[in-house]
């Protein structure tokens, strides 16, 4: 078989490395890709969203099946694309329609979705320019801290929480009359400030059947003790130990099944993941947010743990008989550290040099703001690269990367030293 990563992070190298084990992969190529997947791969310099460049590679490289990694190409439409155009109606592309990746796209759409199937979600309601003196006033009746959230594409930045009554009106009003976040903020939900502990949870599914990936914790808070500006996310622990079988099971019955079943019953079709940030309040999960891709730097930690093929299991999902194919875990901890680049999540120099990566051992180093220039390895984004590691527990797989991970060096490397602390 012969497959197509699309993107250039961390999760994208994860994917390939662990793509590229199956004796079903054939051939791997990633677009743009990075300095990781450089290794196991053949990249190429293209923008996911171009969708003609996508298809033309597509096309050029006859390939089998396309692994969509960020949500931009999933929300632009890059399945119904690539489905479109009969010479590729057979290639396989593991990422949901644009209908059904609206999830992502709309927050909107997102708390409309799980009203209609009775998911668990925080109070909210949303509201637009013409709706703005509303949007103050339902303010005025939440308790701080006040969440305002715009309804696009953000980049990871249009999820506001505000102390300050006042504070909070000013940033509605800005954001809907001024545009804050372009398009992305021509809506906005305003929901009640859940207090609890956050996780992720994977759920691969052909549309009909499920299966649950192991879940897991990440870490978005730049500082240690989870302070400072929020991040793409500085590390992940997977499994999560306060996940114990009564939550499970509450998170599968009240979430899982009624997503995938709203799925079905709206006529959204959907191959691929769907990531559900969760958050436990007391003993009950409700859900934060859907993404309609890979986590990341839940990646990092979710998918070493998967023993199965994962392009069997990609394979499973284009076919629809993703239940015939048994999930294989490994019972042990993995844990990841980001390294990431000096002013990371504000402003950050690019292009230095990362050095001593081939004295570190037994552990994982997933590239993803890395390239590869002239045989040296370059630093090009805030978050350069996830350093993974096994242990019997949180402790021994953290531990495993910080004794290691000071021989890996570039000039202005940050990451956060309590990985885990928490738990």
């Avoid at 009969?86 to 927050?107: Q, T």
């Avoid at 622990?237 to 939550?247: A, I, K, L, Q, R």
Wanted: one cysteine or more.
């Amino acid at each position: 078989m012969r497959i197509l990563i699309l993107g250039s992070g961390g999760r994208e190298h994860t994917l390939a490395w662990k793509m590229s084990q199956s004796p079903l992969c054939d051939s791997l190529f990633v677009a743009p890709g990075n300095s990781g997947t450089f290794q196991v791969a053949t990249n190429f310099e293209i923008d996911p969203t171009n969708f003609e460049a996508v298809i033309g590679l597509v096309k050029s490289e006859a390939i089998d099946m396309v692994v969509v990694g960020p949500e931009e190409p999933l929300v632009l439409g890059i399945h119904d694309a690539i489905k479109s155009d009969k010479e590729l109606e057979n290639v396989a592309v593991i990422g949901p329609a644009k209908a059904a990746a609206e999830l992502e796209g709309s927050k909107a759409f997102a708390k409309a979705f799980m009203n209609r199937h009775n998911i668990p979600t925080a109070a909210h309601d949303v509201f637009t320019a013409d709706s703005l003196q509303k949007g103050l006033q339902f303010l005025s009746t939440l308790k701080p801290p006040y969440v305002l959230k715009a309804d696009g594409l953000a980049a990871g930045k249009g999820v506001l929480i505000i102390d300050s009554l006042n504070e909070a009106q000013a940033t509605l009003k800005d954001m809907l009359e001024n545009q804050t976040f372009g398009e992305a903020s021509r809506t906005v939900v305003i929901e009640e400030f859940l207090s609890g502990i956050e996780l992720s949870c994977f759920v691969l599914t052909d549309g009909k059947s499920y299966k649950i990936l192991p879940m897991a914790k990440d870490y978005k808070r730049i500082g240690e003790g989870d302070t400072g500006l929020n991040t793409g996310g500085m590390g992940a622990v997977s499994p999560v130990p306060f996940v114990d079988e009564m939550f499970y099971n509450k998170v599968e019955s009240r979430i899982v099944r009624p997503t995938i079943a709203g799925l079905q019953k709206d006529q959204l079709p959907y191959i691929g993941v769907v990531f559900i940030g969760l958050i436990k309040v007391n003993d009950d999960p409700f859900v934060i947010e859907y993404n309609v891709r890979f986590g990341d730097p839940e990646t990092e930690v979710v998918i070493p743990r998967i023993k199965s093929d994962l392009v069997e299991l990609f394979a499973s999902l284009n076919q629809g008989n993703l239940k015939d194919y048994p999930l294989e875990i490994d019972e042990r901890t993995a844990a990841t550290v980001m390294m990431v680049s000096g002013g990371y999540p504000g402003d950050y120099e690019k292009g230095k040099e990362i050095f001593g990566m081939k004295g570190v051992d037994g552990l994982h180093l997933f590239h993803a703001g890395a390239i590869r220039v002239n045989d040296k390895t370059l630093t090009s984004g805030g978050r350069v690269m996830a350093v993974t590691a096994f242990g019997e527990n949180h402790k021994v797989a953290t531990k495993k990367i910080y004794d290691q991970i000071e021989k890996i060096n570039f000039d202005g490397k940050n990451y956060r030293k309590d990985i885990g602390f928490d738990l």
